[in-house]
């Protein structure tokens, strides 16, 4: 039976558990619950200012999962707690696979490239570029919508993570230099490129990559996605490690880098600084040097 102080939720979660396993008994310890028949599932509940978030990060596991089955918990349910008299009202909530996970392995990274080259990186979207609800990479909200060129995506990007960074008042160089880089930079390296909007997870380093312990396969999770150039993906596993050299390099076994090649390391220091942007938005000023970093080389190399 439920614990009291959660039957609030249970009752919210237990028609969607029903349609899974219709005649199981459920013991809840949110965030996992188990099933009689020893089946566990995954509940994340959110606060109430956070319903917005649930639904990106739901949105964007459906979207992975329709792309790459199983590279991502499935998603069962999702929502947001309803009715006047309930103490839950108002959180939102999805319900998904549950999954015992250990670290990405040289082997599991090495699926993990392959099947992020072969299947959701040539998921295109017939929208454009962006996504259909905003995501949240981090506590960042991005404002996705749809662009019809990459070029204008990114530069929009960018130029919130910007003007976040401006209302703060203590950046004044690296805003200035931001808006070079969109003014300049983003054009030159960006426009003449050949690409096509493709899912992307959005936040791709070791901490939401792992290993299924029951079969050995990749898994990744805590997606914030949008369609746009599969090279960005790989920006912040770059910044951070954890990820194994094997993923990188089979990555590029079956997604060759784009045309013009010789421009790759230049496109992979404008999409890390995304990254360094965003940080420096979460975390304050220890970001922001490495940020300035990439602006400063970039804008050098730029003609």
Same mark, same amino acid.
């Given at each position: 039976?439920?614990?009291?102080?959660?039957?609030?939720? +249970?009752?919210?979660?237990?028609?969607?558990?029903?349609?899974?396993?219709?005649? !199981?008994?459920?013991?809840?310890?949110?965030?996992?619950?188990?099933?009689? +028949?020893?089946?566990?599932?995954?509940?994340?509940?959110?606060?109430?200012?956070?319903?917005?978030?649930?639904?990106?990060? +739901? @949105?964007?596991?459906? !979207?992975?999962?329709? +792309? !790459?089955?199983?590279?991502?918990?499935?998603?069962?349910?999702?929502?947001?707690? @309803?009715?006047?008299?309930?103490?839950?009202?108002?959180?939102?909530?999805?319900?998904? @696979? /549950?999954?015992? #996970?250990?670290?990405?392995?040289?082997?599991?990274?090495?699926? #993990?490239?392959?099947?992020?080259?072969?299947?959701?990186?040539?998921?295109?979207?017939?929208?454009? %570029?962006? /996504?259909?609800?905003?995501?949240?990479?981090?506590?960042?909200?991005?404002?996705?919508?749809?662009?019809?060129?990459?070029?204008?995506?990114?530069?929009?990007?960018?130029?919130?993570?910007?003007?976040?960074?401006? *209302?703060? *008042?203590?950046?004044?160089?690296?805003?200035?230099? *931001?808006?070079?880089?969109?003014?300049?930079? &983003?054009?030159?390296?960006?426009?003449?490129?050949?690409? =096509?909007?493709?899912? #992307?997870?959005?936040?791709?380093?070791?901490?939401?990559? *792992?290993?299924?312990?029951?079969?050995?396969?990749?898994?990744?999770?805590?997606?914030?996605? %949008?369609?746009?150039?599969?090279?960005? =993906?790989?920006? &912040?596993?770059? &910044?951070?490690?954890?990820?194994?050299?094997?993923?990188?390099?089979?990555?590029?076994?079956?997604?060759?880098?784009? =045309?013009?090649?010789?421009?790759?390391?230049?496109? !992979?220091?404008? %999409?890390?600084?995304?990254?360094?942007?965003?940080?420096?938005?979460?975390?304050?000023?220890?970001?922001?040097?490495?940020?300035?970093?990439?602006?400063?080389?970039?804008?050098?190399?730029?003609?």
């Amino acid at each position: 039976m439920p614990n009291r102080n959660l039957s609030s939720l +249970a009752n919210i979660l237990l028609p969607h558990l029903q349609k899974i396993e219709p005649d !199981a008994q459920f013991t809840y310890s949110i965030p996992v619950i188990t099933s009689s +028949a020893g089946n566990k599932y995954y509940a994340k509940v959110g606060n109430t200012n956070e319903k917005e978030q649930y639904l990106g990060e +739901a @949105e964007s596991l459906r !979207a992975i999962h329709n +792309a !790459a089955p199983g590279l991502v918990p499935k998603v069962f349910a999702s929502g947001v707690v @309803e009715g006047e008299s309930n103490k839950e009202t108002g959180r939102p909530y999805f319900l998904s @696979e /549950f999954k015992e #996970l250990g670290s990405l392995s040289a082997g599991s990274g090495e699926v #993990l490239g392959k099947r992020l080259a072969e299947e959701l990186h040539t998921f295109k979207s017939s929208q454009g %570029y962006g /996504f259909g609800v905003p995501t949240y990479c981090g506590a960042t909200r991005q404002e996705n919508g749809w662009f019809q060129t990459w070029e204008e995506c990114y530069s929009i990007m960018i130029g919130n993570l910007l003007l976040k960074l401006k *209302g703060r *008042g203590t950046f004044t160089e690296l805003v200035t230099k *931001g808006e070079e880089v969109r003014a300049r930079v &983003i054009p030159w390296l960006l426009h003449p490129l050949r690409t =096509e909007p493709v899912l #992307l997870h959005g936040d791709l380093w070791s901490g939401n990559t *792992g290993t299924d312990q029951t079969n050995g396969q990749p898994v990744i999770f805590d997606p914030s996605s %949008y369609y746009g150039h599969n090279e960005a =993906e790989l920006a &912040i596993a770059r &910044i951070f490690g954890g990820i194994p050299t094997t993923f990188f390099s089979t990555y590029h076994e079956y997604m060759p880098k784009s =045309e013009p090649v010789e421009q790759y390391d230049l496109r !992979a220091d404008l %999409y890390e600084l995304y990254h360094y942007l965003n940080h420096t938005v979460l975390f304050g000023g220890t970001y922001s040097g490495s940020a300035l970093q990439k602006m400063n080389r970039l804008l050098r190399e730029c003609p």
